[in-house]
Nanobody, 127 residues
């Protein structure tokens, strides 16, 4: 069974930084497109960042471009979301997702192609 476990969520100050980790077990990371999603209180889940197994760089929702970076470490079966210059609107539960679909650049910020999801990790940005 494919399992994904997120970690690294915490309370951060505006302008601060956090790095989230998503550890994958059951299959090797190099077979999957990986995505990070978040759900703010009272809002629907949205795609934040994603990356295909053969991509050299990731894709991002406009509001986090220049602040967040997705990174893969296939040797450790782990995906990271490095977040800098955090803003209160970044607050939410962050979820890691995995899927075997191709053409990540077209679909990986949408929820529907993913088949496996982690349980989420809370990120709170507040002064």
């Amino acid at each position: 069974q494919l399992q994904l476990v997120e970690s690294g969520g915490d309370l951060a100050q505006p302008g601060g930084s956090l790095t989230l980790s998503c550890a994958l077990s059951g299959f090797t990371l190099d077979a999957y497109t990986m995505g990070w999603f978040r759900q703010a209180p009272g809002k629907e889940r949205e795609g934040v960042s994603c990356m295909g197994p053969t991509d050299d760089s990731g894709y991002y929702i406009d509001s986090v471009k220049g602040r967040f970076t997705i990174d893969r470490d296939d040797a450790k079966n782990t995906v990271y979301l490095r977040m800098t210059d955090l803003k209160p609107e970044d607050t939410g539960v962050y979820y890691c997702a995995a899927g075997t679909f191709l053409r990540a650049q077209l679909m990986c910020l949408q929820q529907f192609p993913y088949t496996s999801w982690g349980q989420g990790t809370q990120v709170t940005v507040s002064s």
